[in-house]
């Protein structure tokens, strides 16, 4: 699978978990519940999910973690967008149409006038509880309409402040009696279900025009989401291909929540990730002394992506800190603390990468400016894990299209390899 399919059949965070869940049981991974007995043996790989949003893998290692560490890769699955409201209903002269709330901080403007399709899931009665159900309307096309210039009071200028109220309601049918019924409608005849056997829905909308690569040799992707799906594939894919039997544990997290700040019992802030390691050290039999070991031997890399140049803001980045479209990861650096700066993990990750001739490029936001955040500060504060942040290049970051560079990907997945396969010992 490239990463234009990956993309293409993740339009949501509930899709990116279940392909990568299909991946991983591809690679003979065994699917633990949280809420059942998790028996685990070295040399043996696992994953669990939260929500249906979060997925966490791991193989266990063949050395303990006190001796060995684990070495973790952490990603998002979900991306800035906008969602359907639970009460939509909104009625035009001609149109019925759906109202719609901001996710996190997309570019609101790259959503007007442009095909769009709904997906996410559907929670419907079941005899054992409520049961979960993915859609994707990819036979149907939406649109949220921009007002004509002539019609605006500022005629002449280009112009509008968009207002997240009132200009972002999604077009979605002619006349009906009621736009939600209509919908839930659909949905029904989708799922093969019910309309009245729908408990809850969470929706978004996504680009309906495939992902693509683009410019004259193909060298840059064109797609949505790739803030921050670009991550999760190219993790997967080292994480994958990976020794089947490590001397280290390794361990990828991707979770949901990252661009509305995390909080959420499926988010980086939640306890999934140190639960899963506390269930892994005691697979192992280790005292809480030995899980403090553990713990100081293993290394977390948060993979989100970096901001490239743009040619006509070259003042908005720092010429010194900012990386090269197809020149490869970068790493992150903030003495804010908005990255994970984890000096150890940094200069351990230099060496692994230099040992396997993989380059590494430099990210770091002016001194001036605002910057935007990760997992990474959360995840390694909550599990006292050193670590640090990476990202590949990318422009027009949280529009609703944006652009990375085609090269990149095998080099994300090359410096990732290393990361999993090094034998060089780690003590943060």
């Known amino acids: 699978m490239s990463i234009l399919d990956y993309i293409d059949a993740s339009p949501s965070p509930y899709h990116a978990v279940a392909e990568t869940v299909a991946k991983l049981e591809s690679a003979g991974f065994m699917g633990l519940s949280e809420a059942g007995p998790w028996n685990m043996e070295p040399g043996k790989s696992y994953y669990t999910t939260r929500g249906g949003r979060t997925v966490l893998a791991w193989r266990m290692g063949m050395t303990a973690p006190n001796e060995s560490g684990v070495r973790i890769l952490g990603a998002h699955t979900d991306s800035p967008v906008l969602k359907i409201r639970p009460n939509p209903d909104l009625k035009g002269r001609d149109m019925s149409l759906l109202t719609t ?71 979605f049918s002619g006349p009906v009696g009621s736009s939600k019924a209509a919908m839930l409608d659909v949905l029904a005849q989708h799922v093969g279900a019910k309309p009245d056997d729908i408990l809850e829905f969470d929706l978004s909308l996504a ?16 797609a949505p989401r790739l803030d921050n799906l670009f991550s999760c594939y190219t993790a997967l894919e080292a994480f994958l291909a990976a020794p089947k039997e490590p001397r280290s544990t390794q361990f990828i997290c991707f979770y949901d929540a990252e661009e509305i700040g995390s909080l959420t019992w499926a988010g980086a802030r939640s306890d999934g990730f140190t639960a899963a390691l506390n269930r892994i050290a005691h ?26 140049e743009h040619v006509s803001f070259k003042d908005a980045t720092d010429s010194e800190h900012v990386p090269d479209l197809n020149g490869g990861l970068a790493l992150k650096s903030a003495a804010r603390g908005n990255y994970a700066i984890g000096y150890p993990a940094a200069a351990w990750f230099r060496q692994v990468c230099g040992e396997a001739g993989v380059p590494l490029q430099s990210f770091m936001y002016r001194c001036d400016h605002g910057a935007g955040s990760s997992i990474g500060p959360l995840v390694t504060t909550g599990s006292g894990i050193c670590g640090i942040d990476v990202g590949a290049p990318l422009l027009a970051m949280h529009s609703i299209r944006e652009l990375a560079g085609t090269r990149d990907v095998a080099l994300c997945i090359d410096a990732y390899k290393a990361f999993f396969a090094s034998e060089l010992p780690f003590e943060g």
């Open 207 to 222: 680009d309906h025009m495939p992902s693509a690569y683009a410019g004259k040799d193909e060298e840059f992707i064109s």
């Open 283 to 308: 697979s192992y039999g280790l005292s809480a002394d030995e899980e403090a070991q553990a713990r100081a031997r293993s290394i977390f890399i948060s993979a989100d992506m970096a901001h490239a």
């Open 101 to 171: 709330e901001v996710y996190g901080g997309p570019l609101l403007y790259t959503w007007l006038d442009r095909d769009l399709k709904l997906s996410g899931a559907v929670y419907l009665k079941g005899d054992k509880g409520p049961d979960v159900r993915l859609v994707d309307l990819n036979d149907m096309r939406f649109r949220v309409n921009s007002l004509a210039i002539h019609l605006r009071q500022e005629k002449g200028s280009d112009t509008h402040k968009i207002n997240r109220h009132k200009d972002l309601p999604l077009m």
